[in-house]
């Protein structure tokens, strides 16, 4: 079926790290479009990621290690929509062979699922897969066999986007480069939550924020430059890309404006009414080597297939997570914008 992207009502989804930071944004997202029936499918464990789940409405709920014996069993029935968003997502995880299984074997037994059962395939791809980006950081296919991850956690996102490719479906299904997305629902990430989270309880708790110097001698101290995007946009580039029925293949998922870690650290400040005050740390030495130093999206790509809606400035985007969810310890809820 074609979507649009403002009615999902009539949509049927399944949405894989649904509890997560991205994930449980989307499924806020599809219930503020009118869907509601979606299954949801995570491993809770014992973080506390559930309680992203609490404000939300879906149909269901299963546990990743038999989502996928469910479905070709046709236990869970159809579904319109997979936005494949689960995966181990620390950059920092050194176990190869989990990430092989999680993040590769996992996406493409779905992937295939999806396309035998006539299901919109969806996927999280990362930026990760640039490497350091002198490749260059287009999206399409034309320059995939170039890519160079700097972490097992990109190289095993880059072996799915290299096998699609490769195996003829790239251009029926749609892979997404998300660079630096933050907002809330990211609590439960641990080391791997933003910035913005990280500064928020440091300001709170010491008055300062710390930010890695730099070792290169082209970036000085904190200019080191990402794409930041606020996670409610990621959503909306996302179910865009869902409902565009003649979308396919690889978009980067960003701002398309790479800002400096300081311009993030001021904006937690103001955001915060407080006088700026930064620290630089020495950066641990095994992430050294593997650091990117700049990100920026090409976003031409997402243009072209239909998305206009105005994207929120860092300031702005800051400020609305500061005030509107870390101040108060809320979640996202479909009933608030």
Not at 104 to 116: G, I, P, S, V
Not at 169 to 187: A, M, Q, R
């Amino acid at each position: 079926m074609e979507m649009k992207s403002d009615d999902f009502s009539n949509s049927r989804v399944l949405v894989t790290g649904g509890a997560g930071f991205i994930g449980s944004a989307l499924v806020w997202a599809l219930n503020r479009r009118g869907c509601e029936d979606v299954v949801v499918c995570d491993l809770l464990g014992t973080s506390e990621k559930w309680r992203n789940l609490t404000p939300l409405r879906f149909a269901d709920y299963v546990e990743g290690d038999v989502l996928l014996p469910r479905l070709q069993a046709g236990a869970l029935g159809k579904f319109d929509l997979v936005l494949h968003m689960g995966a181990c997502s620390c950059t920092t995880e050194r176990d190869a062979s989990f990430l092989i299984r999680n993040n590769y074997e996992f996406t493409k037994d779905l992937a295939a699922w999806a396309l035998m059962n006539k299901a919109r395939f969806v996927y999280a791809s990362s930026a990760a897969t640039y490497g350091d980006g002198s490749a260059g950081m287009e999206d399409g296919d034309a320059k995939l066999d170039a890519l160079r991850p700097l972490n097992m956690y990109g190289y095993s996102k880059q072996l799915f986007d290299l096998h699609a490719k490769r195996g003829g479906f790239l251009d029926k299904i749609v892979g997404l480069k998300y660079f630096n997305v933050y907002g809330p629902n990211e609590d439960h990430k641990g080391d791997m939550r933003s910035l913005v989270h990280k500064s928020f309880a440091q300001v709170k708790k010491e008055g300062v924020i710390r930010l890695f110097k730099s070792y290169r001698r082209d970036y000085r101290d904190g200019e080191q430059k990402r794409d930041f995007l606020y996670v409610k946009d990621a959503v909306a580039m996302t179910l865009h890309l869902a409902a565009a029925k003649k979308a396919a293949g690889l978009y980067n998922i960003g701002s398309g404006a790479a800002r400096t870690w300081l311009d993030l650290a001021n904006a937690v400040f103001a955001a915060l009414g407080k006088k700026p005050k930064i620290e630089f740390i020495e950066m641990p030495e095994t992430i050294r080597d593997k650091y990117q130093y700049f990100t920026q999206a090409d976003i031409s790509r997402l243009h072209a297939a239909g998305f206009r809606e105005k994207i929120t400035a860092l300031e702005e985007a800051v400020a609305d997570y500061v005030k509107n969810y870390l101040e108060p310890d809320k979640r996202l809820e479909p009933g608030n914008p």
